[in-house]
């Protein structure tokens, strides 16, 4: 049993992530914004087993998605930017309407975040640490905020998660999405007027039956969850980290469709 769970494990490890369609209404959403469609990857690893290969393949079909906006939400890498820049080069080819956004997992943090930010900024991603702009159709908005991951907090001088800078000033008219690589973030977003959060960093468990045991330390395992008019999205990831196994957790890119009440299905 556990030679043939150990096969299927690296079979689907190795596969390389379908696309999951989530459709998600929000009470605050513009009308002008209705249909919005958000691309999310997360938790990609790319380091040791993942490359550049990789990297190429994953970036055409994010943008065969024509998204209106991409969200990395965190662990892009495993390594220092001076052995894996290569590797990440074709991330500069991503593409979005409004933008290719970006905020620090815990990994990116061990891999050295500061050099991590300078870099991907090269590569033309928007970096959101712990601030929020504003992203308008017309006369429609609203608010991306994004936050840097919690355990920077234990880097020095590297910084980490500060909600209520990121939400200062913010016009709480406007629906609000928020971009932080831990799902634990969620308890207090809900709580200061996030709509919806975008989260990674638990891979879904990877390798069934760990969901149980992550479960125990992070309530928001992966899919939907949802707090009063808060909800939270959780991607399982669409790389793997350790093993190149996932079993009951298979990888993903997120494409999800935002609507206001009562627009089109």
């Known amino acids: 049993v556990v030679l043939v769970a150990g096969l299927l494990g690296l079979r689907f ?9 989530v459709e998600v209404t929000l009470r605050k959403w513009p009308q002008g914004f209705d249909g ?15 490359g550049r290969q990789f990297s190429e393949r994953l970036v055409a079909e994010v943008n065969a998605l024509a998204p209106d906006l991409v969200a990395v939400t965190g662990d ?27 905020v620090t997992g815990n990994h990116d943090f061990y891999s050295g975040a500061e050099a991590w930010v300078e870099q ?69 977003a809900c709580q200061l007027g996030v709509d919806l959060q975008l989260s990674g960093h638990t891979h879904g468990g990877q390798i069934w039956p760990f969901r149980w045991f992550v479960r125990l330390a992070i309530p928001f395992v992966d899919g939907l969850y949802r707090r009063g ?10 790389g793997f980290w350790g093993p190149p196994m996932r079993l009951g957790a298979p990888s993903e890119i997120t494409e999800i469709t935002l609507r206001a009440p009562g627009g089109s299905a």
């Open 13 to 21: 490890g190795l596969e390389f992530p379908a696309v999951r369609r």
């Open 36 to 50: 919005f469609r958000i691309v999310q990857i997360s938790d990609i690893h790319i380091g040791p087993l993942l």
């Open 76 to 102: 892009l890498v495993d390594g220092p930017v001076e052995k894996l820049r290569g590797e990440v080069e074709p991330f500069a080819d991503l593409r979005g309407r409004y933008g290719v956004f970006f």
């Open 120 to 188: 991907v900024t090269k590569l033309g991603m928007r970096v959101l640490r712990n601030e929020h702009v504003v992203l308008r159709n017309g006369s429609d908005a609203f608010s991306l905020v994004g936050v840097d991951d919690h355990r920077g907090n234990m880097m020095p001088g590297e910084g980490g998660e500060d909600l209520n800078a990121a939400l200062k000033g913010i016009d709480t008219d406007l629906a609000q999405i928020l971009l932080a690589h831990d799902p634990s973030t969620f308890k207090r």
């Open 229 to 238: 008019d808060a909800t939270l999205y959780v991607s399982r990831g669409t």
